[in-house]
């Protein structure tokens, strides 16, 4: 087995970065590094990066991204695999991990989550539209 790469772009809030995890040929973890940046290009510097400081040169990529593997495909020397997100996981628990770290380093704030509407909102919602389907037409009969 030769050298893996599994690499993945992971967001904290809303800021993407680049998680790239490089195995050794036993399967255990050498490096890793994560990058602030959610494009193609990125990605694949980080992993040439990688290689060039390991002196490794044909290596395999796992990705669930399709982007970063389609762009793959297309450099020579690397072998690149889509993956199911559930096979590429370790990439999303080393982002977990750091999070607090990367938040406090590039001042992410946190995303407040969305409130649910009020009940009655939702009822006024559903009778609007109700009565708009009606007008346009676009009602079933009901029995």
């Known amino acids: ?30 490096d890793g590094m994560t990058v602030k940046g959610g494009d193609v290009n990125t990605a694949l510097l980080t992993v040439k990066s990688l290689s060039t400081a390991h002196n490794i040169g044909l290596s395999e990529i796992w990705t669930s991204n399709t982007a970063l593997y389609m762009e793959s495909l297309s450099r020579p020397g690397v072998l690149a695999t889509i993956k199911h997100p559930s096979d590429t996981r370790e990439t999303r628990r080393h982002i977990e991990q750091s999070a607090d770290i990367l938040r406090e380093l590039y001042a992410i704030e946190p995303i407040e989550p969305r409130r649910e509407p009020p009940k009655w909102r ?9 009565i708009t389907n009606y007008v346009k037409g676009d009602y079933e009969y009901e029995v």
């Open 1 to 30: 087995m030769r050298t893996l790469f599994v690499v993945n772009v992971e967001h904290v809030e809303a800021s993407p970065f680049v998680v790239a995890l490089l195995y050794d040929e036993a399967g255990e973890l050498m």
């Open 122 to 130: 939702a009822f006024l919602v559903s009778t609007l539209n109700t």
